[in-house]
């Protein structure tokens, strides 16, 4: 009776009606079924008027959702309060049994202000401040997806869509290019804003409504490495990039030009977007090798070959699932000729690069059930050569290849969890002094540092990435993990500006219990959680500071805004790899740090407001 009652409370913060007490479950599950994702564009599971009437609903495990599952037992929907307030604030959709989208309430209003597309639907996270059921900015979206939008507000006439993936000037100057790569771009941006509506006359796609994304295709990114008078760390392109796409009677190439990177799965155009035209190539930051004066142009061969994997990859999108898996097989046996045919060493390791990608990507997608042998025949390859580097990183996909696989299989997900990590850790011991063992070394601390409460086994690998990587950004990052790891006790120094400018020094603080608050949007609905421990201690003497590791300023304004905070705020732009940040090593919030009155630290590692609580008991009592 119990579990009825909680349902139908559940769904009254859902449907926003009350219930009658005799309402059956029956009424809710139809209820739920009827519910859809605020943005329209992700395929989900939609169950058959027969079906709909074998589906089943149940409480979760933890009292705080509900659950709808198919007749084949796999999970439909899932809404949930996530944040314990007695109200559904995430609405969770799924396609065989994978969530595949989210909306999110993070302001506990009843109404979505964050979308995210997950698993096989993409990376897509969007913010939607205004919540007007219109995304306002991309907190994250891959080059991929960024080429999809572009092809979608090509087809939809909608300079809106458009505009939200290309670079704007806040983002231009986070990327601190330098006076001459800065006034190039800066052109550039301009430009495009007065530009879309001949780009989409330009491309012209036939039936908007028809129109489907295939693919980004760009061979390999770049890196523009980092130098001391100009960016703060390496820059990550592609230049020429293009999208294939249908318009209803033919596929299409659309050149999008360059694409940047400006944060972790965080992308951004800064060209036109116009039918492919090899003759009308343009390059922002990396030329290409023949205007350098290259000698050795790729062979007509080798061209062909690049071509047919081009062609065959259009394909897949459009063809039936069962026939997929052989189509990737085909692309697969494409690249591997081309590795065999190209001239030079850093072309055939990049291609080698490049197929462990593929391999791992199509394996994802749930699309290729022969990744794992296909990676370890690739690994038993290049493990037999001198190129350590190389060796690593395959074999850092193939264990997510092979992680991928467990999942898929519907096996156990603790277990495949387990194995990721054992494998994770075999790795990076075997491969400690390349980049990507170095990596997973990082992963690796910062995973047993979010699941175990002894610190021994996470400072033992922060201690080897910060010796590994000395002088280098995630160097730094491990150094800041070990400081605050080993703070207890001690009077740390922590100097920076809040979000006007103003000097911040802690020794300042001296004389008063002062917590630092680590967080960003994506963790507000924890932070809702933490706020009213706060604020029954700020009576205790207890000084709150809130230290914003969102990406941009722009986000972190309006995080700020709806978290409603009244406490000191600090920011440093960046997110997890802000100076901030950096400092202290924090690479998932929320994450609090505790000083007392004598300006030491008691407890430098709080993750949850149950914590939170827990510690301010011992210290105020």
Known sequence: MRTVIFILILFFFLTGFIFAQESSLRAQLKQGLSYKPVQSDTVIDIPSDQD????????SDDKRGLIIFNPQK????????????????????????????????????????QYRWLN???????????????????????????????????????????????????ELKELALGESLNNS???KIAAIKTGFAEAVQSVALKDGNAVEWYQLNAILPGVVPSNDLSRRKDLIVYENAMAAAG????????????????????????DLPKIYDEN?????????????????????????????YQEIQLQIPKLPADQRPAKHKEVIGRIIQIIAKVSTEEERENWIRQLADTIMAATSRNEFPEGSEQMEALFKTVSNSDNEELAAYVRSQQIMTDYYLSMQTGGDDMRAYSKWLENLENMATE????????????????????????????LKWYSKVAQLAAGKPLGEKAKGAIRRLTATGKEIPFQTTDVSGKPFDIAALKGKLVLLCF????????????????????????????????????????????????WTQLYSPGGSDSSIAVYWGISIPPYMILYGKDGKIIQPRIQSADELQQVLNEVTK
């Open 52 to 59: 709909a009437e074998l589906c089943e609903i149940k409480l």
């Open 74 to 113: 796999n999970t439909l929907r899932i809404f949930s309060d996530a944040n314990g307030d007695g109200r559904v604030d995430q609405w969770s959709y799924f396609q065989n049994g994978v969530e595949v989208y989210r909306d999110i309430d993070s302001n506990g209003n009843g109404k979505a202000d």
């Open 120 to 170: 096989n639907a993409g990376t897509r996270w969007g913010i939607d401040a205004d919540e007007d059921k219109v995304i306002d900015y991309w907190k994250e979206i891959s080059a991929e997806e960024v080429s999809r939008e572009i092809v979608l507000a090509l087809a939809k006439n909608d300079s809106d869509r458009f505009l939200r993936v290309v670079l704007n000037e806040a």
């Open 185 to 187: 771009v800066t052109k």
């Open 247 to 270: 318009d209803g009677e033919k596929t299409v190439q659309i050149t999008i030009g360059t694409l940047v990177k400006i944060s972790d799965n965080n992308w951004r155009v800064i």
């Open 280 to 308: 009308q190539l343009s390059y922002t930051f990396i030329l290409p090798a023949a205007a350098q004066g290259s000698s050795a142009p790729a062979s007509n061969d080798v061209v062909g070959l690049m071509n047919e």
């Open 431 to 458: 491969f400690e002094k390349t980049e990507a063992g170095i990596e997973g070394m990082m992963q690796l601390a910062v995973y047993r540092e979010m699941s175990a409460r002894s610190t021994e086994e996470p």
């Open 519 to 566: 967080w960003d949007v994506s963790t507000l609905p924890s932070l809702a959680l933490i706020k009213p421990v706060v604020d029954k201690f700020t009576e205790a003497g207890l000084q709150p500071i809130s230290v914003n590791l969102d990406t941009d300023p722009q986000t972190m304004k309006t995080s700020v805004t709806k978290a409603a905070l009244s």
